[in-house]
């Protein structure tokens, strides 16, 4: 995880670093070049060792470049970037390449596939990195236009302008990310490395079991593993795949959900038993009652005026059981006016549902407690404002009453008992997966403090 913020930083600091290392490495190039072309102003330059140049992937390519195609050397590798309103012709006028060089490049790029398209739509901010061309040295340009891809333009030994482009070299890695929440959890994930795709699918992901607004506290921690994409040359992530594993501690409850492709190959989460990390909520939280009143307007049986039923009523002898219609924390758990006894569960951010005129509790019904769906809350009777044993049901949907039948929640479907040995297989390699980087990530900050004593000491 410090891996990715150091790049992160290494990011913001790259044109200061770079063009510092630029600095020192045109020097470099420069003399090495001027002493040889004295000798022979057509020879190709001498094989560098890499590691010189391991730290500033664009001069290092570049320049490889021309001596893997032969090309006619290149000196001074420098960087600008396009700006705003410019297009490429205009920027290499404003590093003053002379027109004669500028129409040259511009065409060997339009002669590419798809070049007018590629010229026309160069990011602002792209680098260019390029070596001016002399009469001993080749003009040579690099442009980094996509994350993948790169175009390069050079001259070969005869002058001639040539361009092409080639895919930057690229690694996948698995990565473990931990972190412990101080305030709130986008920010602290954010802070641990993760990138923000990863955040975003965490947080929908863990949204049907988690109000990320009441249920988070301070030193709650959370643990993710994906697979991303970096570019072997810059050493940034280019992207993220699917989260493989994600945990999240809430004070001691931990939730555990593991990616388990379904028959279509898509992602699908289930916790460590198979259960879907897709939450629904029941539309019918009773077992064998009759719907006796739907949601909408009617007359009331009480009051005979017409009103909106903000419910579902369900006719059922008193003392029969009433289930939390899905996972979530009791609200509230008492006497609420014309309700009578009531009970109200918040599920997520989002959901509630509320049950009335009870006859009682279920003795483990507590506010602030936990409780899983199909578990019994409560039972029916006929306390409040009621004409007789039923119970009311109502869903909220940010705060507000909506009709519990058209409610339309994604199934989860859980693991098929058929399958479930292949499951408890999968998610095995994925815990050992997660040792093991454990056990790496240990070694890597290990080794990254002691790159940084050593800093210290080359410093004093
Ligand atoms: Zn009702």
Redesign the pocket.
């Known amino acids: 995880m410090k891996k990715v913020f150091k790049n992160i930083l290494l990011w913001h600091f790259l044109p200061v670093i770079g063009s510092f290392i630029i600095l020192l490495f045109s020097f470099d190039i420069n003399d090495a070049n001027s002493t040889q072309i004295k000798n022979n102003a057509k020879n190709i330059p001498v094989k560098r060792p890499l590691n010189l140049l391991s730290l500033e992937e664009s001069a290092d390519t570049i320049f490889n470049l021309v001596q893997k195609i032969g090309a006619k050397p290149v000196a001074n590798i420098k960087r600008t970037r396009l700006k705003k309103n410019e297009n490429l012709s205009m920027a290499l006028k404003r590093i003053n390449f002379e027109n004669y060089h500028v129409s040259k490049i511009i065409k060997t790029i339009t002669e590419l596939n798809k070049g007018h398209k590629i010229l026309s739509s160069l990011p602002v901010g792209m680098i260019i990195h390029y070596s001016k061309p002399s009469n001993i040295t080749g003009g040579a340009l690099k442009l980094n236009y996509t994350k993948t891809k790169d175009i390069f333009v050079w001259q070969d030994i005869n002058d001639k302008y040539n361009s092409q482009v080639f895919l930057r070299p690229s690694r996948t890695e698995e990565t473990l990310i931990k972190g412990v929440i101080k305030n709130n959890l986008y920010i602290s994930a954010l802070k641990s490395g993760m990138p923000e795709n990863t955040l975003l699918e965490m947080i929908s992901l863990l949204g049907f079991s988690i109000d990320f607004q009441r249920e988070i506290r301070s030193g709650d921690s959370f643990e993710v593993l994906f697979t991303k994409k970096i570019d072997s040359l810059s050493d940034l992530v280019t992207e993220t795949k699917p989260i493989n594993y994600v945990s999240i501690n809430l004070s001691g409850n931990k939730l555990n959900f593991f990616n388990y492709k379904d028959k279509y190959g898509l992602p699908q989460y289930y916790d460590e038993n198979g259960k879907s990390s897709k939450r629904t909520i029941m539309k019918t939280p009773i077992n064998g009652a009759r719907l006796s ?1 739907r949601y909408g307007n009617r007359k009331h049986p009480i009051l005979g005026y017409t009103k909106m ?1 903000r ?1 579902l ?1 369900f006719a059922a002898p008193s003392g029969t059981p009433v289930f939390a219609a899905g996972d979530g924390f009791i609200e509230k758990a008492g006497w609420n006016g014309s309700y009578g006894k009531y009970i109200r569960i918040r599920h997520t951010g989002t959901y509630k549902t509320a049950y009335a005129h009870l006859s009682g509790f279920h003795k483990n019904v507590r506010i602030g407690k936990r409780v899983k769906q199909g578990k019994i809350i409560g039972y029916v009777g006929s306390t409040g404002r009621s004409t007789g044993p039923h119970l ?1 049901y109502e869903v909220i949907k940010n705060n507000i009453q909506v009709n519990p039948m058209k409610i339309k929640l994604p199934a989860g479907k859980n693991i098929l008992k058929a399958d479930i040995n292949n499951y408890k297989n999968h998610i095995t390699k994925i815990l050992n997966l997660k040792i093991a980087l454990e056990k790496s990530n240990r070694n890597n900050k290990i080794a990254i403090n002691d790159h940084h004593n050593s800093k210290k000491l080359v410093l004093n």
């Open positions: 009143s039923h419910g009523d009311h």
